[in-house]
């Protein structure tokens, strides 16, 4: 995003209370179109992110189910719900999955058959596939109606979060990708069910939310990265950073509401090692590398490739990148050799001068946050 302007603009709709043309075309939409439509607002954000740090956003949504599930708060779990839907349409969209053909031939066409159900259970040959999100709900609530009278919200996310579960381990053994799918399946299947448990419209509810936009900076097409939740922060230092310069950075990052995901002495001496840090960057929304002030070390091609790791998958206004100003090392380096990524480095003299500069930085990000939860919105 860099130095684009910010611009207040009103809001061309709200969120709150749809009107009624508004509320006919979205409960026509088939799951199709909202994959399509959660694939146009977020798309060219998810692009640079990994599978794995998607599924971990997915997890966190879940997990925040939990709490307003517990106090049975219908005007919370709605939103969260939402998200559910709203990280498993993007994932499909992303992993370029046919979610509703999929979830009919698990749970539709091809069901299997409960050894508990009843006789008197509708038979599957009455369905034909649905198509919009509404009937999609009355399918599962239809089909699963012996088996639904038997759950209450609260197991359904038990088992919705078992399923989340299976989901992150799948991915992380490379699982073959029909493994991976029919976790998502079941995820979309968990979040109807939990939806008609608490007769709730998912439909309703995700339209409520999202309606056309990002619900953060109210783009049509969302490409900041600033308008999600930052919580985690991938913090590298070098085999020379004092623990004066370590406490101050962790210290701040803390100070800011992140939770920091350390590499120290990064070196490269294996394979395992590149895949090691990549696996904690694509778990973090920011990255803050404090340079080895020696560019002759082997050590430094760690951070060399962590710089431009971080740079690729993270947006460049999230990651600081600072060197000790009295040493010539990697910080020149990394400029030079790697122009075109115009690669910042910013840098520092002491532990107290790192602390004010690293703070300014945090303090710009809040800002910009700030502004976009006030609901100005960029352009
Ligand atoms: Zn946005």
Redesign the pocket.
């Known amino acids: 995003m860099g130095d684009t302007p910010i611009h207040t603009r009103p809001r061309e709709r709200t969120y709150s209370g749809l009107d009624e043309e508004n509320q006919r075309l979205f409960s026509e939409l088939s799951i199709d179109d909202w994959l399509a439509k959660f694939g146009r ?2 798309g060219k ?1 998810h692009d640079k992110h990994t599978t794995e740090y998607m599924i971990s956003r997915l997890v966190e949504e879940v997990a925040e189910l939990v709490n307003p599930m517990d106090s049975q708060d219908k005007s919370r779990i709605a939103p969260n719900l939402a998200d559910v839907f709203s990280w498993t349409c993007s994932l499909a969209f992303k992993l370029d999955i046919d979610l509703s053909s999929l979830a009919w031939q698990k749970y539709g066409k091809h069901a299997p058959h409960p050894s508990w159900s009843q006789p008197n259970q509708p038979s599957l040959q009455e369905f034909s596939m649905p198509q919009t999100l509404r009937d999609w709900q009355e399918l599962i609530s239809k089909v699963y109606q012996e088996e639904n009278l038997r759950l209450s919200p609260t197991n359904s996310l038990v088992a919705m979060m078992k399923d989340v579960g299976d989901l992150a381990m799948l991915n992380r053994k490379r699982a073959p990708i029909d493994q991976i799918t029919s976790k998502l399946a079941a995820i979309f299947a968990w979040t109807l069910t939990i939806a008609q448990l608490l007769q709730l419209d998912l439909a309703t509810i995700v339209q409520e939310k999202y309606d056309d ?7 049509q097409i ?3 990265d600033v ?2 939740p930052f919580k985690t922060m991938y913090v590298s230092f070098s085999s020379q950073t004092s623990d004066e310069e370590k406490y101050v950075i962790l210290d701040s990052a803390a100070n800011f509401g992140f939770r920091t995901l350390v590499n120290s002495a990064v070196a490269i001496e294996s394979t395992r090692d590149m895949s090691a840090s990549l696996d904690l960057i694509s778990k973090s929304d920011a990255a803050c590398i404090l340079l080895h002030p020696d560019a002759s070390r082997n050590a430094d091609y760690g951070q060399a490739f962590e710089t431009l790791a971080c740079y690729s998958m993270l947006s460049k206004g999230n990651v600081w990148v600072f060197g000790k100003a009295e040493t010539i090392g990697l910080a020149e380096y990394l400029e030079s050799t790697f122009a075109d990524e115009k690669i910042q480095v910013i840098a520092y003299h002491d532990a107290n001068n790192l602390k004010g500069l690293f703070e300014n930085c945090l303090q710009t990000l809040r800002l910009k946050r700030s502004r ?1 939860a006030e609901g100005e919105q960029i352009i």
């Open positions: 607002i977020y954000r936009h990002c619900p953060m900076c109210g783009q969302c490409d900041t308008c999600h976009i």
